[in-house]
């Protein structure tokens, strides 16, 4: 059965440190062109192909990212 994810992020948190886009297998995590509360650039999902893996969820420094899992 196959594992469609998603990704949600607390973008008033989160400081653009990017730790989290290398990590990703499906390259679905890009730093957004708009800016938080604090003046940081955030990252957001960018494409459908998540696999809920959770690698950015366990790399966050800060913990700002939720991973959800929906079997499709």
Request: glycine letters at 8%; charged letters at 20%; proline letters at 4%.
């Given at each position: 059965?196959?594992?469609?994810?998603?990704?949600?992020?607390?973008?008033?948190?989160?400081?653009?440190?990017?730790?989290?886009?290398?990590?990703c297998?499906?390259?679905v995590?890009e730093m957004?062109?708009?800016?938080n509360?604090?003046?940081?650039?955030?990252?957001e999902q960018v494409?459908?192909n998540?696999?809920?893996c959770?690698?950015?969820?366990v790399?966050?420094?800060?913990?700002v990212?939720?991973?959800?899992?929906?079997?499709?």
């Amino acid at each position: 059965m196959a594992v469609k994810g998603k990704i949600v992020v607390d973008t008033e948190k989160c400081k653009g440190c990017q730790v989290c886009i290398p990590v990703c297998p499906t390259e679905v995590i890009e730093m957004s062109s708009m800016v938080n509360g604090k003046g940081y650039h955030f990252m957001e999902q960018v494409r459908e192909n998540c696999t809920g893996c959770t690698n950015c969820a366990v790399v966050c420094p800060d913990g700002v990212i939720t991973v959800y899992r929906v079997k499709v």
